[in-house]
């Protein structure tokens, strides 16, 4: 197959459709818009990737209440299977990154609900809401949520790009991107933009990526505004507010995407230190776009990622 270049933002706006030869599939789950590209022959396998995000969300959904996630929140069912995984896993990124990433947060989540929201909650609210956040409280051994309850937001959808990625391996597809509303998964070589923070139609910079997958979070995805002050969904779970700090956006990228798109919130709420947490993972790297504009990378990412500003 004649090679493609395509440049994307990584967050769902394909800026140049690839040859002609491809065909994008585009879905609606996950509260997320998801468009999988593959070449004609492979449109099937897009379709039941589309129809597997729709599986995941009965899964790992937090407002559903038909949901797995749902009935462990709420009605003390014991979670198993690739739930538990994504659980056990989750618990392991926030104990590496001292609880920035953290899926007690639901509390939080539930009362700043940024999608409806206009106004913050008080700080009685939030102080009410934080006693029953801290990963620690999770028990699974003999599963108890301790009075939290769990958010899955942050990992759902790398978790899911994971899967589609390896059921299209072993399918033999050659060349595909999939997007998951920002969480991408390329097969092949594809040349991607990095979404600008400031002008969210733009693209800042590009990386190259192969076999990979890079997941952004940032300030500018879900937010409301208030009294001058921008609220943004990515909770910084030791104070119960949006996170504050320097950072515009994270780009992880991993074999792993979700690697990536824990990582990704992780370091928004740590900060730059928190860059190190990479080093945790296999083949994995990361880009900060600051607010002043500044670009901060892990070791060596520009030369492998070919990064151009
Ligand atoms: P998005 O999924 O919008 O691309 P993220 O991957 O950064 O962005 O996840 C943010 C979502 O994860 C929030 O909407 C919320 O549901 C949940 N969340 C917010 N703060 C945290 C946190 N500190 N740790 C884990 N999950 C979080
Ligand atoms: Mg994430």
Same mark, same amino acid.
């Given at each position: 197959?004649?090679?493609? =270049?395509?440049?994307?933002?990584?967050?769902?706006?394909? $800026?140049? /459709?690839?040859?002609?030869?491809?065909?994008?599939?585009?879905?609606? &789950?996950?509260?997320?818009?998801?468009?999988?590209?593959?070449?004609?022959?492979?449109?099937?396998?897009?379709?039941?990737?589309?129809? #597997?995000?729709?599986?995941?969300?009965? =899964?790992?959904?937090?407002?559903?209440?038909?949901?797995?996630?749902?009935?462990?929140?709420?009605?003390?069912?014991?979670?198993?299977?690739?739930?538990?995984?994504?659980?056990?896993?989750?618990?392991?990124?926030?104990?590496?990154?001292?609880? /920035?990433?953290? =899926?007690?947060?639901?509390?939080?989540?539930?009362?700043?609900? @940024?999608?409806?929201?206009?106004?913050?909650?008080? /700080?009685?609210?939030? &102080?009410?809401?934080? #006693?029953?956040?801290?990963?620690?409280?999770?028990? %699974?051994?003999?599963?108890?949520?301790?009075? %939290?309850?769990?958010?899955?937001?942050?990992?759902?959808?790398?978790?899911?790009?994971?899967?589609?990625?390896?059921?299209?391996? *072993?399918?033999?597809?050659?060349?595909?991107?999939?997007?998951?509303?920002?969480?991408?998964?390329?097969?092949?070589?594809?040349? @991607?933009?990095?979404?600008?923070?400031? #002008?969210?139609?733009?693209?800042?910079?590009?990386?190259?990526?192969?076999?990979?997958?890079?997941?952004?979070?940032? *300030?500018?995805?879900?937010?409301?505004?208030?009294?001058?002050?921008?609220?943004?969904?990515?909770?910084?779970?030791?104070?119960?507010?949006?996170?504050?700090?320097?950072?515009?956006?994270?780009?992880?990228?991993?074999?792993?995407? #979700?690697?990536?798109?824990?990582?990704?919130?992780? =370091?928004?709420?740590?900060?730059?230190?928190? $860059?190190?947490?990479?080093?945790?993972?296999?083949?994995?790297?990361?880009?900060?776009?600051?607010?002043?504009?500044?670009?901060?990378?892990?070791?060596?990412?520009?030369?492998?990622?070919?990064?151009?500003?």
């Amino acid at each position: 197959m004649k090679k493609l =270049i395509c440049i994307l933002l990584i967050s769902n706006l394909i $800026l140049c /459709a690839c040859s002609k030869k491809n065909e994008t599939v585009h879905g609606f &789950a996950m509260d997320t818009y998801i468009s999988i590209t593959v070449s004609k022959k492979d449109v099937p396998a897009a379709k039941s990737a589309i129809k #597997k995000c729709r599986d995941y969300e009965k =899964i790992f959904s937090r407002t559903d209440k038909k949901s797995e996630l749902w009935k462990v929140n709420h009605e003390g069912k014991t979670p198993s299977g690739e739930l538990l995984d994504v659980i056990n896993f989750s618990l392991s990124v926030s104990e590496k990154s001292d609880g /920035a990433f953290d =899926i007690t947060v639901a509390p939080l989540s539930t009362l700043w609900n @940024v999608k409806e929201r206009t106004y913050p909650p008080s /700080a009685e609210e939030i &102080a009410n809401a934080l #006693k029953n956040v801290g990963y620690k409280r999770l028990d %699974t051994q003999s599963f108890s949520l301790n009075g %939290t309850t769990l958010d899955l937001g942050a990992i759902a959808k790398g978790y899911t790009a994971d899967k589609i990625f390896e059921d299209f391996k *072993a399918q033999g597809i050659k060349k595909a991107i999939i997007d998951l509303g920002g969480n991408i998964y390329v097969i092949g070589e594809y040349t @991607v933009g990095i979404r600008s923070p400031f #002008k969210t139609d733009e693209a800042y910079c590009t990386i190259t990526l192969k076999d990979k997958s890079a997941v952004t979070s940032g *300030a500018y995805q879900r937010y409301f505004d208030y009294e001058g002050k921008r609220y943004h969904h990515i909770i910084d779970p030791k104070t119960g507010y949006p996170s504050e700090g320097d950072i515009a956006s994270v780009t992880v990228i991993s074999p792993s995407s #979700k690697t990536a798109d824990a990582l990704s919130t992780a =370091i928004f709420v740590k900060g730059t230190d928190a $860059l190190s947490l990479c080093s945790l993972y296999d083949d994995t790297g990361a880009l900060i776009i600051m607010n002043d504009g500044e670009i901060k990378t892990t070791e060596g990412f520009d030369e492998k990622y070919n990064l151009k500003k």
